[in-house]
């Protein structure tokens, strides 16, 4: 079963969220939690697998909520996913680079939602469409601080160049594809890119991609 924590301050979304979820045969809906103070504890207490976070909520913001969960050690197999109003949300960016493994927008259709719990929980990154790809290049550019890199010394040519390609959006097969490899050598270079920096998640490499300048913006064009 995947276990999943709704965290948004609105009961009516929390509510169309549980129905959806609960109705399929391998999700549970293990807690709700109307602000990020409280979906910080529950996350402590009930370790979910996924936790969709609203960016807006009282007491604790969604992006202050967000880095407390990822920065939490023993958190670490948990994945946050951000839910927001409008696409083009100011805060995505710093989302992604908060630790969250991608973001949903609040409307969106019932089976993305519960297609999206379950990639999150196999380790994929919500980041594919080339509108969202566009919008992560666009904040990566427009970032003032970013925060420290690993050395990309730690990695091979091979695996700069697998990194470059997921932060261009590229799936495994799209990688494999695109270097003459398999799928299955593919993933093991993004395991291993993944590992030697640190990185949570396919998302988290996205955005060490952005901010070493691995890949920017323009090449998305």
């Known amino acids: 079963m995947i276990r999943v924590l709704l965290a948004d301050d609105q009961l009516l979304v929390r509510a169309g ?54 920065g939490d050690p023993a958190l670490a197999e ?16 710093e989302a992604l680079r908060s630790g969250a493994s991608g973001f949903l927008v609040k ?21 594919s469409p080339g509108v969202t790809r566009r919008l992560i290049a666009e904040f990566a550019a427009r970032s003032k601080a970013p925060a420290a890199v690993a050395p990309l010394e730690a990695l091979t040519e091979r695996e700069r160049e697998v990194m470059a390609l997921v932060g261009m ?10 270097l ?22 396919r998302a988290q490499l996205v955005v060490l991609a952005y901010e070493s300048g691995l890949v920017r913006p323009g090449w998305l064009d």
């Open 78 to 93: 948990v994945k946050v996913v951000m839910l927001t109003t409008f696409e083009l949300d100011e805060y995505v960016f």
């Open 107 to 127: 409307d969106t259709e019932p089976e993305e939602l519960v297609r999206a719990v379950r990639a999150v929980r196999e380790g994929d990154a919500l980041l």
């Open 17 to 70: 969220f549980r129905a959806l979820l609960s109705a399929q045969p391998d999700v549970e809906v293990a807690g709700e939690a109307s602000d990020g103070a409280e979906a910080v504890r529950l996350a402590r207490e009930l370790r979910p697998d996924v936790v969709l976070m609203d960016i807006r909520m009282p007491v604790l913001d969604g992006l202050a909520a967000t880095r407390a969960i990822t």
């Open 180 to 201: 003459v490899v398999s799928p299955l050598t593919a993933k093991t270079h993004v395991s291993r890119t993944m590992v030697k920096l640190g990185a949570r998640d």
């Open 169 to 178: 959006g590229l799936t495994n097969q799209e990688i494999a594809r695109r």
